[in-house]
């Protein structure tokens, strides 16, 4: 579990609260990887959630950084906008995600640091049923570093400069 430091859940969650009022998201997450600040994309470090929406901060059950579409963003180094998670068997999530979360349709956009290493990424999710991407999503979404949590991440020096994960190796 991270125990993310206070500043930055506070700064990531109001950015987050922004994110999911302007996408209409159940949830929206930031994922780092910074063993030094006791941070791993294994759970989020700061999530915000609509009401009913499970919450993903204590489970660390599916493996994140192994699924196709983190797979594809750290490939392409772009966000991946999904309007139905399970059109595509080649991009979909792992099926606990569906199954324990409601995942239908999702935005998932990588954190890179000055290494190119990709160090998280962040997500606004839909649940119930497979949901169009509307233009409000896309704006959020097209741009590599239109999210402020992405511009926020990508800036901050501790995160910028953090020693690559032993425990999350670089996938290809």
Not at 30 to 46: E, K, M, Q, Y
Not at 77 to 102: H, K, S, W
């Amino acid at each position: 579990m991270n125990e993310t430091p206070p500043a930055m859940a506070a700064a990531l969650s109001a950015i987050l609260d922004r994110l999911m009022t302007e996408t209409g998201a159940m949830r929206c997450t930031v994922r780092i990887d910074h063993p030094a600040l006791g941070l791993s994309v294994n759970t989020p470090c700061a999530e915000v959630l609509a009401p009913g929406a499970a919450s993903m901060l204590h489970n660390a059950s599916i493996d994140h950084r192994r699924a196709r579409s983190v797979r594809w963003i750290e490939r392409s180094r772009r966000p991946l906008l999904q309007e139905d998670v399970l059109a595509d068997p080649d991009m979909a999530p792992p099926p606990a995600l569906v199954r324990e979360f409601g995942t239908r349709s999702q935005m998932v956009a990588p954190l890179i640091g000055v290494d190119d290493y990709m160090f998280g990424w962040v997500s606004a999710a839909r649940a119930l049923s497979p949901r169009p991407i509307s233009p409000r999503w896309t704006r959020h979404g097209r741009r590599r570093w239109r999210w402020p949590a992405c511009r926020w991440a990508s800036e901050c020096p501790t995160l910028r400069q953090h020693p690559r994960s032993t425990s999350s190796s670089r996938m290809s």
